[in-house]
């Protein structure tokens, strides 16, 4: 992408980020204290977290909250002080359906009927 289109970089950074958390899969209260040092695993990937892997539909509700996210902090932007701040969520919003509306899409690529 290029560094001039700094809108959709930012929206789809932020986005990547949700789905990443999306995918984390919780962890318990005893995991979270964990145990004495001389018990714990050592090794090569032995701090690889298990993923959930999300559905389709998962991927497009993540994306779909982080347009609508944009475009209510956008609304409530309300002073003049911020019109650049609210054009630039509304551009993030729309890099972001666009990716969900447009060709090639989930959506699109669905059969009708």
Do not use: Y
Request: charged share 25%; proline share 4%; hydrophobic share 50%.
């Amino acid at each position: 992408m290029r560094a001039r289109d700094k809108a959709a970089v930012s929206a789809l950074r932020a986005t990547l980020a949700a789905l990443d958390n999306a995918e984390a899969v919780p962890v318990g209260e005893a995991e979270l204290r964990g145990s004495a040092l001389e018990h714990s695993p050592a090794g090569v990937g032995i701090t690889e977290a298990a993923r959930r892997e999300l559905s389709e539909q998962s991927v497009v509700d993540v994306v779909r909250a982080e347009a609508a996210e944009r475009l209510e902090v956008a609304a409530q932007l309300t002073a003049p002080a911020h019109a650049d701040r609210v054009a630039r969520l509304r551009a993030e919003a729309a890099v972001l359906l666009r990716f969900l509306d447009g060709p090639g899409t989930a959506r699109s690529a669905r059969p009708s009927g």
